[in-house]
């Protein structure tokens, strides 16, 4: 998509700061998956609301799955964490440059893959869809589609930016926000193509997710979470 000047006005985030933002676009290469709608092209400029800290989260989820809180886990500097579709918890294990399926109530890694890269650097953003693990490894540059059944690497797609970290689906889109560029990207997930850029002012977003149509952020340095509507 050709760049445009924002619209509107700027965004709010946590601390009362603007949060100003841009689209823009790109180009990449290639993976295998089922198209995205061409409609679910995203058209306005999002708005940030305030921020919302979730406290006990793991406590909570823990209670929620009927299991034990907060187990220990043999993953070392965790950093995605995505739920497969029985239900399974998937947990990218930075420091040991694995991927590991983790039991909820013994914290024992079920299953555990290496991931490419190790040991220069682990996973960080981890995704699921249609029995297969997105895996996101800043390192590589490039976003794996691994079997989650014996670790074997599918595909892969390029990253945007060079410190890409979380991830979420959306209308069949990926997106992925890059820590260094300070911007969220959609991604087309069958060549990894740029087909819309968000840029906003925090100053290290790293984790993401979409739940409801909203977007949530965390920021590394502030700590805060924060949404974006759109």
């Known amino acids: 998509l050709p760049a445009s000047n924002p619209t509107g006005s700027a965004p709010v985030g946590a ?3 603007s949060m100003t933002g841009r689209r823009g676009g790109g180009a990449a290469l290639a993976a295998t998956i089922q198209p995205a709608p061409a409609s679910a092209a995203a058209t306005s400029r999002p708005k940030a609301t305030n921020a919302a800290r979730p406290r006990n989260f793991w406590r909570r989820f823990s209670q929620a799955m009927n299991s034990p809180a907060t187990p220990e886990t043999p993953a070392r500097h965790s950093s995605g964490i995505v739920l497969d579709d029985q239900g ?5 294990s930075t420091w040991t440059y694995e991927v590991m399926k983790i039991d909820l109530e013994t914290g024992e890694a079920l299953q555990r893959f290496p991931i490419p890269g190790g040991p220069e650097g682990g996973a960080h953003g981890l995704e699921w869809l249609n029995g297969e693990l997105w895996l996101n490894v800043p390192v590589t540059r490039e976003i794996y589609r691994m079997n989650p059944g014996d670790g074997r690497i599918l595909g892969a797609i390029p990253a945007p930016g060079i410190r ?6 959306e209308h069949g889109w990926l997106w992925c926000v890059d820590t260094s560029d300070k911007a969220v990207y959609r991604l087309d997930p069958k060549d990894g193509r740029i087909l819309d850029k ?3 002012t925090e100053p290290e ?3 993401m997710t979409i739940h409801k149509g909203e977007m949530w952020l965390c ?4 700590c805060e979470v924060f949404v974006l509507e759109r």
Do not use: F, L, Q, R
């Open 15 to 17: 601390d009362g700061t």
């Open 88 to 92: 399974g918890v998937w947990v990218a």
């Open 164 to 169: 890409s970290h979380g991830m979420a689906w």
């Open 198 to 200: 968000i840029e906003c």
């Open 205 to 207: 977003p790293h984790g």
């Open 219 to 222: 920021d590394a340095k502030t």
